[in-house]
């Protein structure tokens, strides 16, 4: 069975900083894209960042662009996503998500997997 967990969400000021991670099971975690979405309220899902399975390159909205770092760790069967100088904007619902292929990052649909989400709330 595969499982996707979330953790690391919080609540922060604007211009802090939290950690999500995400620890995958029931797959071969290297051979898996996985990447971070998020969703707040009344809005759309969004593609936040993903990573290559080798963990050597990040993509990232441009919305979070030089403030957020995607990482993994093959070892630990673990995605981590450092979010800094955070915004209120960016207060949403995180998901991280997982598939077998390498293209559409950005593209919901295009994930297998889904973990339930954790919580992040920027206040101003």
């Known amino acids: 069975q595969v499982q996707l967990v979330e953790s690391g969400g919080g609540l922060v000021q604007a211009g802090g900083s939290l950690r999500l991670s995400c620890v995958v099971s029931g797959v071969t975690f290297s051979t898996y894209t996985v990447g971070w979405f998020r969703q707040a309220p009344w809005k759309e899902r969004e593609f936040v960042a993903t990573t290559t399975r080798g963990g050597g390159s990040g993509f990232y909205a441009d919305s979070v662009e030089g403030r957020f770092t995607i990482s993994r760790d093959n070892a630990k069967n673990t995605v981590y996503l450092q979010m800094n100088s955070l915004q209120p904007d960016d207060t949403a619902v995180y998901y991280c998500?997982?598939?077998?292929?390498?293209?559409?990052?950005?593209?919901?649909?295009?994930?297998?997997?889904w973990g339930q989400g954790t919580h992040v709330t920027v206040s101003s």
């Open positions: 998500a997982a598939m077998q292929g390498t293209w559409a990052l950005s593209n919901p649909t295009s994930y297998d997997y």
